[in-house]
């Protein structure tokens, strides 16, 4: 299985400091957001995946491609172990990357995917988007492809004054945290929502979704809307959501990446410093 990773948005709601730098690359720990998304592709058992980019991202690539004067520098100054951690990026995955003219939307950034998909079912990562959990999402996600062998996503509960930052769905429980889809809503108003549940950003999809993406029209905020075409999808053929019980963090919000800087870093050796930091407050 392949994955795509979407990472061209401008990142407005980050504005200025998205500005020239992309938020897929905003610092959590010691690794940049959308390495953390590779890595739980990787961790799923996927290694071949698309980043789709925009024009004013090209520090994206860079961050995952190798950079000889950097690397020769540190072997000369003997920093191995900085030189091993490099090379560890360089290597992580098979990396392609495609450039999406303009921002019209996800949908439209998974859509110029088509060609690296081809034929064959494929995961999608956002990648603004954390995701922890033991198994990790997208592993989860794959597991139930294997065994219903049809589109699958995750979702979480929201309140009522969120449903404006997520596509809502509903649809029937069929127990083991699965649901069968019947409705999706992008960004509804709490009235207009079908339910508490929330896209996450973690999706596996069979190739019937490409023609569904042909059917659809410019959606809400003037954009081509995924869950305008997993609306089709589910009227088509059989989609489940998975309600994951992990942990999510929007690098999109303020309060999220602050959220995923302190909880990621108690977990890992940073996590004394973190401490140390507090206890001076």
Known sequence: MKAVIPAAGLGTRFLPLTKAQPK???????????????????DAGITDIAIITGKRKRSIENHFRPIKALEESLEKLGKFQELEKVRKVNEIANLTFIIQDEPKGLGHAIFCAKEFVRDEPFAVLLGDTICTGNPNCTRGL?????EKRTSVFSVEEIKPEETHRYGVVSGKDIGNRL???????????PEDAPSLLGIQGRYIFTPELFDCQK?????????????DAMQELAQRSTLYSWTFNGKRYDIGTMKDWFQSHIELSLKSKYSNIINEVVSKL
């Open 24 to 42: 897929e690359m905003l610092p959590v720990v010691n690794k940049p957001t959308i390495q953390w998304v590779v890595e739980e592709a990787v």
């Open 179 to 189: 649901m069968l889809i019947d409705k999706l809503v992008e960004k509804p108003d």
């Open 142 to 146: 794959v597991d139930i492809f294997k």
């Open 215 to 227: 059917k659809i029209s410019i959606g809400s905020g003037g954009e081509i809307q995924l869950t």
